[in-house]
């Protein structure tokens, strides 16, 4: 792995700067059933193909952004500073 | 380079060599009529120079100590200690040529047939076959890698390969405005040229020009050129993701990041297959005319050339021209394709041998002979050098690495690149174009092209004409005993038949039965040359067999290049020289060093519990955070609350993901309505900072956290006169009454600013002091100067930890793992399910549904023994649970401890069995349940009355 990650803040940067924070997901209502904690908590798409995940700036701004990316050939479409907090975050990045 | 001409000397193997300085160690072994340098990896055979260029596995030697040198490219250095690897007691007279002899019964994959059974004997086997086979031996010392290095580069353009093809590419994208850093395995740019005596033409740089005088020229300009950075003797091995190559030289490593990849590995000659093509002094012809032309060195007087195309013709009249007495020239075909060249050779009264068959070495250490049948009749040339002579093939493996695809073109029989990927341009003879001003031609667009996408303008690919189309079967390869297909291990055309006789007929299974193309020299010489004698045993085209999977590394790269200098941050306290001076000894916790102890445990023991004792706890994560909503934040974060937290208390949280486990403890202090000071586990700092800032990303809450970890110094000052002590240094008011426990007070101690918080881990009075960093040290001084009449005492790590197991106080992270949530670990008491939701909630509300979870209980021993953090807590021979701390209490002059264990076992008193030793074996001591604090276990001492 050594592809380029566009920071939002600091442009792009060799991948081993960043910690990957996992998928862009929805976290349940308070009071949801135990099945949609449990899938919240422990199924993962883990798509071959395009993933909307989060990823943390640890060498460089300290900033958590969400990146677009295929995980086939790890070519990013899109990497935005985030406008909605992990509670709520399977609403696309930025727009 | 012939600079200079001073003389300097080395040994190989015990014998004095002389050589003169720019010589390489191969170039001066030629000279010094060193014939054998290395042992082959299997039959032990001699091998001496083959390539001259640093890929075959031919010359690596052991040079002062470092093994698997390719002594072809390495720089001698007077005084230097070399010697040849793989035999006993030397290259010279190895004992182990025996094994040569042997082959009809150690054909391949021997090793899978022979030593099979009994099973058990393998590791015997396996130990004898690996000192007889292989290379080099790694040094038993661990080499320090400090020399090693690592640069990242950026570029516009990365140029592989410093030929005449690569260097042009590399100027003329200079041209176009990009930044370039060339990459060379050579020492000299300009490759071939050196050694060629053509007129160059093709490029206005270079025209009219004699193949040296080029030579000079493209090092001259590329020197001059302030875009382009030069690494010369630097072999890229690899292109990955992200346009990034690797490249290494010696121990060095180089990532360079380019925004286009120009490709210009050019062609190289490969083996040709007859009886004993392995012999020192048979040679591919390009090593021995760049032996003479960059070293003066003449690997031998006479030689002959064998060839199976009208490469032969070229290198035939290229060696006569640089003075050698050419014998014969042996071509395997009827007849020559290119008359006019053929005449040429006849012409400088060569002899000139076609149709040869049974081609054949004669000589064991050195070439004598050249025997083969041509003309109706077995014929013997004398020669001492024989020249292999087959047209260069394109260097495509890192393209094909890169996710270029390949195509045959039958008209050449090569494999040529069809289509590269977007960022990535090949460029000159790895094209498959052969002759100089065609190479230069394409280097020059190709140099151009990549410099205008790098820059950011769209440039099209110019059409490639298709391939000729495909040619029938390959030719069988000889049948022979000894015709070595793969050098590095030792693969002959014998071994792939009966490979592929066995079923494995794949090219990629011969690959991996044989391990031909899978040595050091990663298929250099042998990765087209296998794929042909595959096609030939067969019956196939070589187009149809194709190549298998070119992987990185291309060339060898040492780990100490991989692994790079040993850059470990260490963090120090503001406190560190007066641990120092205190004669601590450290220990690593995370980046940090900590003292771990100054005296003896019963010592600074007896201070905290009877007196007073200072630690530094600088190494406390400290995060500010503030902000309007910093309260119903944290209240968001922790399963109890701090937003009703009054200003000027400190109160004890614990963190938790969703699914309920515990993530790291410490304390939240209030210093004011928006103000909270939050402290972390030494490790855990990072995680929860990050942790924090998730939780905040996006999010239109008000809140701020800074990291003031380095910012501030902190003491912990515990023990039943501490108060007596602080009392001294500062002004503010320490009584119980003003100070009781739990308060969080900005106030001064010895003079700067300080904030004091009211808790003690060690459960005695305490009093946590932070202080700017740059007065911790003065801070200390002050304490200790001012406790000394109390008995004060440093303590270290380690008793801390058996202070804090006296009061059964937790450790996230040592007492609790991924799976522990806050209820089990007996901090239940800090879940406030009356919370509306907070992060974790779900996860810990979902416990209820779970019988039998494991407890975290206290225990103390009664049986004698400390048993080791994790040992297993049995019940009848089976476990039922495991030990995460246990220490030595000296108050109790007994070990206890903290261990999980089911539910059955948890209760006050229970009696437990825990192993002292290893595994089931181990013997077992007893010990008992203990759920209440062994210290002060009503919080007496803690709160400090009185």
Same mark, same amino acid.
């Given at each position: 792995?050594?592809?380029?990650?566009?920071?939002?803040?600091? &442009?792009?940067? !060799?991948?081993?700067?960043?910690?990957?924070? %996992?998928?862009?997901?929805?976290?349940? =209502?308070?009071?949801?059933? @135990?099945?949609?904690?449990?899938?919240?908590?422990?199924?993962?798409?883990?798509?071959? &193909?395009?993933? !909307?995940?989060?990823?943390?700036?640890?060498? %460089?701004?300290?900033?958590?952004?969400? =990146?677009?990316?295929?995980? @086939?050939?790890?070519?990013?479409?899109?990497?935005?500073?985030?406008?909605?907090?992990?509670?709520?975050?399977?609403?696309?990045?930025?727009? | 380079?012939?600079?200079?001409?001073?003389?300097?000397?080395?040994?190989?193997?015990?014998?004095?060599?002389?050589?003169?300085?720019?010589?390489?160690?191969?170039?001066?072994?030629?000279?010094?009529?060193?014939?054998?340098?290395?042992?082959?990896?299997?039959?032990?055979?001699?091998?001496?120079?083959?390539?001259?260029?640093?890929?075959?596995?031919?010359?690596?030697?052991?040079?002062?100590?470092?093994?698997?040198?390719?002594?072809?490219?390495?720089?001698?250095?007077?005084?230097?200690?070399?010697?040849?690897?793989?035999?006993?007691?030397?290259?010279?007279?190895?004992?182990?040529?025996?094994?040569?002899?042997?082959?009809?019964?150690?054909?391949?994959?021997?090793?899978?047939?022979?030593?099979?059974?009994?099973?058990?004997?393998?590791?015997?086997?396996?130990?004898?076959?690996?000192?007889?086979?292989?290379?080099?031996?790694?040094?038993?010392?661990?080499?320090?890698?400090?020399?090693?290095?690592?640069?990242?580069?950026?570029?516009?353009?990365?140029?592989?390969?410093?030929?005449?093809?690569?260097?042009?590419?590399?100027?003329?994208?200079?041209?176009?405005?990009?930044?370039?850093?060339?990459?060379?395995?050579?020492?000299?740019?300009?490759?071939?040229?050196?050694?060629?005596?053509?007129?160059?033409?093709?490029?206005?740089?270079?025209?009219?020009?004699?193949?040296?005088?080029?030579?000079?020229?493209?090092?001259?300009?590329?020197?001059?050129?302030?875009?382009?950075?030069?690494?010369?003797?630097?072999?890229?091995?690899?292109?990955?993701?992200?346009?990034?190559?690797?490249?290494?030289?010696?121990?060095?490593?180089?990532?360079?990041?380019?925004?286009?990849?120009?490709?210009?590995?050019?062609?190289?000659?490969?083996?040709?297959?007859?009886?004993?093509?392995?012999?020192?002094?048979?040679?591919?012809?390009?090593?021995?005319?760049?032996?003479?032309?960059?070293?003066?060195?003449?690997?031998?007087?006479?030689?002959?050339?064998?060839?199976?195309?009208?490469?032969?013709?070229?290198?035939?009249?290229?060696?006569?021209?640089?003075?050698?007495?050419?014998?014969?020239?042996?071509?395997?075909?009827?007849?020559?394709?290119?008359?006019?060249?053929?005449?040429?050779?006849?012409?400088?009264?060569?002899?000139?041998?076609?149709?040869?068959?049974?081609?054949?070495?004669?000589?064991?250490?050195?070439?004598?002979?050249?025997?083969?049948?041509?003309?109706?009749?077995?014929?013997?040339?004398?020669?001492?050098?024989?020249?292999?002579?087959?047209?260069?093939?394109?260097?495509?493996?890192?393209?094909?690495?890169?996710?270029?695809?390949?195509?045959?073109?039958?008209?050449?029989?090569?494999?040529?690149?069809?289509?590269?990927?977007?960022?990535?341009?090949?460029?000159?003879?790895?094209?498959?174009?052969?002759?100089?001003?065609?190479?230069?031609?394409?280097?020059?667009?190709?140099?151009?092209?990549?410099?205008?996408?790098?820059?950011?303008?769209?440039?099209?690919?110019?059409?490639?004409?298709?391939?000729?189309?495909?040619?029938?079967?390959?030719?069988?390869?000889?049948?022979?005993?000894?015709?070595?297909?793969?050098?590095?291990?030792?693969?002959?055309?014998?071994?792939?038949?009966?490979?592929?006789?066995?079923?494995?007929?794949?090219?990629?299974?011969?690959?991996?039965?044989?391990?031909?193309?899978?040595?050091?020299?990663?298929?250099?010489?042998?990765?087209?040359?296998?794929?042909?004698?595959?096609?030939?045993?067969?019956?196939?085209?070589?187009?149809?067999?194709?190549?298998?999977?070119?992987?990185?590394?291309?060339?060898?790269?040492?780990?100490?290049?991989?692994?790079?200098?040993?850059?470990?941050?260490?963090?120090?306290?503001?406190?560190?020289?007066?641990?120092?001076?205190?004669?601590?000894?450290?220990?690593?916790?995370?980046?940090?060093?900590?003292?771990?102890?100054?005296?003896?445990?019963?010592?600074?023991?007896?201070?905290?519990?009877?007196?007073?004792?200072?630690?530094?706890?600088?190494?406390?994560?400290?995060?500010?955070?503030?902000?309007?909503?910093?309260?119903?934040?944290?209240?968001?974060?922790?399963?109890?609350?701090?937003?009703?937290?009054?200003?000027?208390?400190?109160?004890?949280?614990?963190?938790?993901?969703?699914?309920?486990?515990?993530?790291?403890?410490?304390?939240?202090?209030?210093?004011?309505?928006?103000?909270?000071?939050?402290?972390?586990?030494?490790?855990?700092?990072?995680?929860?900072?990050?942790?924090?800032?998730?939780?905040?990303?996006?999010?239109?809450?008000?809140?701020?956290?800074?990291?003031?970890?380095?910012?501030?110094?902190?003491?912990?000052?515990?023990?039943?006169?501490?108060?007596?002590?602080?009392?001294?240094?500062?002004?503010?008011?320490?009584?119980?009454?003003?100070?009781?426990?739990?308060?969080?007070?900005?106030?001064?101690?010895?003079?700067?600013?300080?904030?004091?918080?009211?808790?003690?881990?060690?459960?005695?009075?305490?009093?946590?002091?932070?202080?700017?960093?740059?007065?911790?040290?003065?801070?200390?001084?002050?304490?200790?100067?001012?406790?000394?009449?109390?008995?004060?005492?440093?303590?270290?790590?380690?008793?801390?930890?058996?202070?804090?197991?006296?009061?059964?106080?937790?450790?996230?992270?040592?007492?609790?793992?991924?799976?522990?949530?806050?209820?089990?670990?007996?901090?239940?008491?800090?879940?406030?399910?009356?919370?509306?939701?907070?992060?974790?909630?779900?996860?810990?509300?979902?416990?209820?549904?779970?019988?039998?979870?494991?407890?975290?209980?206290?225990?103390?021993?009664?049986?004698?023994?400390?048993?080791?953090?994790?040992?297993?807590?049995?019940?009848?021979?089976?476990?039922?649970?495991?030990?995460?701390?246990?220490?030595?209490?000296?108050?109790?002059?007994?070990?206890?401890?903290?261990?999980?264990?089911?539910?059955?076992?948890?209760?006050?008193?229970?009696?437990?069995?825990?192993?002292?030793?290893?595994?089931?074996?181990?013997?077992?001591?007893?010990?008992?349940?203990?759920?209440?604090?062994?210290?002060?276990?009503?919080?007496?001492?803690?709160?400090?009355?009185?």
């Amino acid at each position: 792995m050594s592809f380029l990650l566009p920071c939002p803040q600091c &442009g792009p940067r !060799d991948v081993y700067e960043f910690r990957y924070g %996992g998928e862009a997901q929805r976290r349940p =209502a308070p009071g949801s059933p @135990r099945s949609t904690w449990t899938a919240y908590l422990y199924d993962r798409t883990n798509a071959a &193909g395009v993933e !909307d995940a989060w990823w943390y700036h640890r060498l %460089g701004c300290k900033r958590w952004f969400r =990146a677009v990316r295929d995980t @086939r050939d790890n070519t990013v479409l899109k990497s935005t500073a985030p406008t909605v907090p992990p509670r709520d975050a399977n609403d696309p990045p930025g727009d | 380079m012939r600079m200079t001409r001073q003389e300097i000397s080395f040994t190989f193997d015990g014998r004095r060599v002389q050589a003169f300085d720019g010589d390489t160690y191969g170039s001066a072994l030629a000279r010094a009529r060193v014939d054998v340098i290395s042992r082959s990896f299997k039959y032990h055979r001699p091998r001496g120079l083959l390539c001259c260029a640093g890929r075959c596995p031919n010359c690596m030697v052991t040079v002062d100590g470092v093994p698997n040198v390719r002594a072809c490219v390495t720089r001698a250095v007077d005084g230097g200690t070399v010697s040849g690897q793989n035999a006993w007691p030397s290259v010279r007279r190895d004992l182990f040529g025996a094994f040569d002899r042997l082959d009809r019964i150690l054909p391949v994959g021997f090793y899978y047939k022979t030593f099979i059974r009994p099973r058990a004997a393998w590791p015997v086997y396996e130990g004898v076959l690996r000192r007889l086979a292989g290379l080099g031996s790694v040094r038993r010392t661990p080499r320090q890698a400090d020399h090693a290095t690592k640069r990242h580069m950026f570029c516009d353009v990365a140029v592989i390969g410093g030929g005449p093809g690569g260097s042009v590419a590399a100027l003329a994208a200079s041209q176009a405005g990009a930044r370039v850093v060339l990459i060379d395995d050579q020492e000299q740019l300009g490759g071939h040229l050196a050694y060629s005596q053509a007129t160059v033409t093709g490029d206005d740089v270079l025209n009219g020009l004699r193949g040296p005088e080029a030579s000079a020229r493209l090092e001259k300009l590329i020197r001059e050129n302030p875009l382009i950075e030069h690494l010369p003797s630097t072999s890229a091995f690899g292109i990955y993701e992200g346009n990034l190559v690797g490249a290494s030289r010696g121990d060095s490593l180089y990532r360079v990041r380019a925004k286009q990849i120009v490709v210009a590995t050019g062609a190289f000659e490969r083996p040709l297959l007859f009886h004993n093509n392995d012999r020192p002094g048979v040679m591919l012809a390009s090593a021995i005319l760049r032996l003479a032309a960059r070293h003066d060195v003449r690997a031998g007087r006479r030689v002959a050339v064998v060839t199976e195309d009208d490469h032969g013709c070229a290198a035939a009249l290229e060696l006569a021209s640089s003075g050698f007495d050419v014998t014969a020239l042996v071509d395997s075909r009827p007849a020559a394709s290119d008359q006019e060249r053929s005449a040429a050779v006849r012409s400088r009264h060569i002899p000139v041998w076609e149709g040869a068959t049974r081609i054949e070495v004669v000589g064991r250490s050195r070439v004598r002979q050249l025997r083969f049948d041509s003309g109706g009749g077995r014929r013997s040339v004398n020669a001492d050098l024989v020249a292999m002579a087959a047209r260069p093939e394109p260097v495509v493996s890192l393209l094909a690495q890169a996710g270029a695809k390949l195509v045959f073109d039958g008209s050449t029989g090569l494999f040529v690149p069809a289509e590269c990927p977007a960022n990535i341009t090949a460029a000159g003879h790895v094209e498959g174009i052969s002759d100089i001003a065609g190479v230069l031609k394409s280097a020059r667009a190709a140099g151009t092209r990549a410099a205008l996408r790098a820059l950011g303008q769209p440039v099209a690919t110019p059409a490639r004409p298709l391939p000729g189309a495909p040619i029938g079967a390959a030719p069988p390869p000889p049948a022979t005993r000894k015709a070595f297909v793969c050098m590095c291990e030792d693969v002959t055309v014998k071994d792939i038949k009966l490979a592929i006789h066995e079923g494995f007929d794949a090219l990629e299974t011969v690959k991996r039965y044989s391990t031909a193309t899978m040595g050091p020299c990663q298929g250099k010489m042998c990765h087209s040359l296998s794929a042909g004698v595959h096609a030939g045993i067969t019956g196939q085209s070589v187009g149809k067999t194709g190549l298998t999977t070119a992987r990185p590394p291309f060339q060898p790269v040492t780990l100490a290049a991989l692994a790079g200098p040993h850059l470990a941050p260490e963090r120090q306290t503001a406190l560190h020289d007066r641990h120092a001076r205190l004669g601590a000894r450290w220990v690593d916790m995370g980046e940090w060093k900590r003292p771990f102890i100054y005296t003896t445990v019963a010592e600074e023991y007896r201070a905290v519990r009877e007196a007073a004792g200072i630690i530094d706890v600088s190494t406390l994560g400290k995060l500010e955070v503030t902000g309007r909503d910093a309260g119903e934040f944290l209240d968001w974060l922790h399963p109890n609350r701090f937003s009703d937290l009054r200003i000027g208390r400190v109160r004890y949280r614990a963190m938790t993901d969703d699914a309920g486990i515990v993530l790291d403890d410490g304390t939240v202090a209030r210093l004011g309505p928006e103000r909270f000071f939050l402290t972390t586990g030494t490790g855990a700092f990072d995680a929860v900072e990050q942790w924090l800032q998730w939780w905040l990303a996006g999010s239109r809450r008000d809140v701020q956290t800074i990291n003031v970890t380095s910012e501030l110094a902190a003491i912990n000052l515990a023990g039943p006169r501490s108060r007596e002590v602080i009392k001294r240094l500062t002004g503010a008011d320490v009584s119980n009454k003003a100070m009781p426990y739990l308060a969080a007070v900005e106030t001064e101690v010895a003079g700067v600013p300080a904030i004091i918080l009211r808790i003690g881990f060690v459960g005695e009075l305490g009093f946590e002091i932070h202080v700017p960093a740059e007065y911790g040290a003065h801070v200390w001084d002050t304490l200790m100067d001012a406790g000394h009449e109390f008995g004060i005492k440093p303590f270290g790590v380690e008793t801390q930890r058996v202070l804090r197991l006296e009061k059964l106080h937790i450790i996230p992270g040592q007492d609790t793992d991924a799976l522990s949530n806050p209820v089990d670990s007996g901090l239940g008491w800090i879940v406030k399910a009356e919370k509306s939701d907070f992060v974790g909630r779900a996860g810990i509300a979902a416990l209820g549904s779970r019988s039998g979870r494991p407890l975290l209980i206290g225990f103390e021993v009664t049986g004698g023994g400390v048993p080791a953090e994790g040992a297993a807590v049995v019940h009848q021979g089976r476990p039922v649970g495991r030990v995460t701390s246990c220490k030595l209490s000296p108050g109790l002059q007994r070990a206890i401890g903290l261990a999980w264990v089911n539910p059955e076992h948890a209760t006050e008193g229970s009696a437990l069995s825990i192993r002292l030793g290893e595994g089931t074996s181990g013997t077992t001591t007893a010990a008992r349940v203990h759920l209440a604090p062994f210290h002060d276990p009503e919080g007496a001492r803690l709160r400090g009355g009185g």
